[in-house]
């Protein structure tokens, strides 16, 4: 690789078509030659001026057969001819195989043929919703083999048809989880009724209609709880169980959705505590669900890649209450159509149809992931056609007509091997497309690669041109010998603050920047080249205002101008004031205009709203040091001021009051204040008064102590007057206590002698008191 001393854009035309190579060198609108001629770039010149378009290269003296331009290489690897056979099989689109060797960012373009055949096999999956709202339709739909059959026939000798069915999980809140209504989730008159169930396949397709009849007349109605239904989990289930449903891999394969409710989608699952999401994967055990109940339901991008995968197209035949519903979800679907039912969908058949035929009439081309830096554009060449950077589309084709699709394929940065496939929407037809792009120069040398040439000092070799120096050289013509010395440092001694080498503006050659000319000619200049004579500031369209000359980006101007861009005249008459300063002193006159410091505004720097009020700085009592603080302002004492400021009041160090004003002379810290000679005095302290006023406060507390102690004395004296008088009242009421018990003690010994003194018949007397 080239030398890492030299810059980048040094190489651009020997990595022209490679990786390494910024898009602003090589990849433009207009597309760069290179050319490969010695001597070819002028002294200051740096070799990426061979990189250019190929007019510019001749006008500079490039010779015609020296200018090297690969061009895109396509290659129809495969090809077979537009048919179809009894068997089934039949092509559809051609070629099949295409090799692209493309230069990076150069467009090249090709056609791809379609031809709709007739008498494609065709697959036909009818889905239904068997919840209680659709058993009139069940009916009708179990007699309907004959008649769908015999539409499947006008389009193809070669159709299967089969049989799925669908209501919803069977976890509340979808379902009544109750162990009864779980096996018969219908009304309690309805004797023909299966268990609730989420999915289940019926019938794998299958050519023969009796099958189809013998096996949907099996069913019965079910139920659930909430109106929308699984029927994007049945969708998922039956796109990718292939083997299950039977698909043949190279019908045209449709699933037809019959419902009159809407449906649950991906986060519903939430509901009932379900959160783990749909994996799009098989998931049917005897021809069930048996993850209905443990995944979420798929997500419409999740249902849309599947069905889009497995080049399923689809009919959805619902009733005219969701029909809008449906529609919106046709839009996020491709290669679908919406159909709308009868209430006991008698026109299944006249649908189906109809849908068939609008989904047959558009072909719609496309491409799956494509590589990185890989861009690709159709244009459908075809009465009804529609040009856009995904898809190309052509509307109301028939069963016969060839329609044809340029597709451009542009690779903007350097690849090798990569490849992607296009494909009609629902058509197993495919066209593989491989990229390799030519990102190494093609041009002859002057000898054996790896020769020394004199050209590079016979210390290198030629390459495209220019010089691939040996190791331990370096430099445009290998004329730089390293020697012992670090590459590294040699590198980092041409670059300023660690920033690009030599600005980008020239060559690192011994540590030392050799720089380029600009584009007009002149060269950079500087220790870094980072100065040039040709980009300082314009004024009027002109660079330094035509009044200076450019040095090292910034303008010089000559006498008698000034500014960035030489714009003004030396002149400061209009910031001149009335006392014939200039901005008053707080600030400098530039373009003869003030540009004012400190806050000061223009015109002329005369007012600073922002600054401190200066009667707050330029006062205070400076009794001690008054000359030091004062330095900046003369004053006068004045009987009445003549100044027309605000007054200011200050307390000066006896406590009076002192009124000034000032006034700001020019400059910024510059003041002439006026003093009133009259100061604000407060009057003395009368003696007498305060004295008489003392006396009466200590008289007024000495009294009030005597109160309160008065009235502590009376409540001490109350509590115990209290107290006393209890503890009579309790010595009073013991002695009438102990003379009573005497009394009774008597009154006993008297009636104990009594009753020993009488016979049998003596009489009780009772004493109380």
Not at 69 to 93: F, H, R, T, W, Y
Not at 288 to 307: I, N, W
Not at 537 to 560: A, D, H, L, T, V
Not at 703 to 711: A, E
């Amino acid at each position: 690789s080239p030398s890492p001393l030299l810059p980048q854009e040094t190489f651009c035309f020997i990595l022209l078509f490679g990786g390494m190579v910024r898009s602003d060198l090589c990849h433009r609108e207009t597309l760069t030659e290179s050319d490969s001629e010695m001597n070819f770039t002028k002294a200051g010149e740096q070799d990426a001026v061979r990189c250019n378009t190929r007019a510019n290269l001749i006008s500079a003296g490039c010779q015609e057969n020296e200018i090297i331009s690969p061009a895109n290489k396509l290659n129809i690897a495969k090809n077979d001819p537009l048919s179809a056979s009894e068997n089934g099989q039949v092509v559809q689109m051609r070629p099949q195989k295409i090799d692209l060797d493309l230069r990076p960012g150069l467009p090249v373009s090709f056609n791809v043929s379609f031809k709709a055949a007739e008498g494609h096999p065709v697959d036909l999956y009818y889905l239904m919703d068997l919840s209680y709202s659709m058993r009139d339709d069940l009916a009708n739909v179990k007699v309907l083999g004959t008649d769908l059959f015999a539409a499947l026939r006008k389009i193809t000798k070669h159709a299967r048809i089969g049989f799925g069915a669908f209501v919803d999980k069977t976890v509340l809140p979808y379902t009544n989880t109750n162990k009864e209504k779980l096996l018969k989730p219908c009304d309690e008159n309805d004797q023909q009724c299966q268990a609730a169930f989420g999915y289940r396949h019926v019938l794998s397709l299958t050519p023969n209609k009796n099958d189809f009849e013998a096996e949907v007349k099996k069913q019965f109605i079910s139920g659930n709880l909430d109106s929308p239904e699984g029927s994007l989990d049945a969708m998922m289930q039956a796109a990718v169980c292939e083997d299950k449903i039977g698909w043949n891999s190279n019908s045209t394969r449709l699933i037809v959705l019959t419902t009159d409710a809407g449906f649950h989608m991906a986060g519903d699952g939430k509901l009932a505590g379900i959160l783990e999401p749909n994996d799009e994967q098989c998931h049917m055990e005897n021809n069930l669900y048996v993850k209905s109940t443990e995944m979420d339901y798929p997500s419409v991008g999740q249902l849309a890649t599947q069905l889009e995968k497995n080049r399923i197209q689809t009919i959805f035949a619902v009733t005219q209450n969701v029909e809008s519903v449906y529609k919106e979800l046709s839009k996020m679907i491709p290669k679908s159509e919406v159909g709308v039912l009868s209430s006991d969908s008698k026109n299944v058949v006249e649908l189906i149809e109809g849908a068939y035929n609008a989904l047959s009439s558009k072909v719609t081309i496309t491409h799956d992931s494509l590589p990185e830096n890989v861009r690709v554009v159709y244009r459908p060449i075809c009465s009804h056609g529609e040009k856009s950077e995904n898809q190309g589309v052509c509307d109301q084709v028939r069963v016969g007509d060839e329609v044809i699709f340029e597709i451009t394929v542009t690779a903007d940065l350097c690849m090798e091997n990569k490849f992607f496939t296009i494909s009609p929407r629902g058509i197993k037809d495919t066209l593989t497309v491989t990229i390799n792009t030519t990102c190494k120069c093609q041009c002859d040398t002057a000898g054996p690669i790896g020769d020394p040439h004199p050209h590079c000092n016979m210390r290198g070799s030629i390459s495209c041109g220019i010089c691939r120096c040996n190791k331990g050289h370096v430099g445009q013509f290998c004329s730089c010998k390293i020697g012992d010395k670090d590459e590294h440092t040699l590198r980092a001694s041409c670059q300023k603050d660690n920033g690009t080498k030599c600005e980008g503006r020239g060559d690192c050659v011994c540590g030392r920047c050799e720089c380029h000319n600009t584009d007009s000619g002149s060269q950079y200049y500087g220790p870094y080249c980072e100065c040039d004579d040709d980009h300082c500031e314009k004024y009027q369209n002109q660079q330094c205002g035509g009044n200076g000359e450019c040095r090292c980006g910034k303008c010089e101007c000559n006498p008698g101008f000034e500014g960035s861009t030489c714009q003004c005249k030396t002149s400061d008459e209009a910031c001149r004031t009335v006392n014939n300063s200039v901005c008053n002193g707080r600030g400098s006159c530039k373009c003869n205009q003030c540009e004012c410091r400190g806050g000061y505004q223009r015109p002329h720097c005369l007012e600073c709203p922002g600054c401190t009020d200066p009667c707050q700085t330029k006062s205070g009592p400076f009794k001690k040091n008054c000359s030091e603080a004062c330095k900046t302002i003369s004053s006068k004492i004045v009987e009445k001021f003549t100044f027309t400021s605000k007054e200011c009041k200050q307390k000066d160090s006896e406590g009076c009051w002192m009124t000034f004003k000032l006034v700001q002379l020019v400059g910024e810290d510059n003041y002439e204040a006026e003093i009133r000679k009259q100061r604000e005095c407060p009057p003395p302290p009368n003696f007498i008064a305060i004295i008489r006023g003392s006396v009466a406060a200590v008289h007024l507390i000495g009294i009030l102590l005597l109160m309160l102690i008065k009235l502590l004395r009376y409540m001490k004296d109350l509590k115990e007057f209290r107290k006393f008088e209890n503890e009579k009242k309790k010595s009073k009421w013991a002695e009438v206590r102990h003379h009573s018990e005497l009394f009774v003690q008597t009154e006993i010994a008297v009636t104990h002698f009594r009753l020993v003194s009488l016979d049998s018949d003596c009489v009780f007397v009772l004493v109380s008191c």
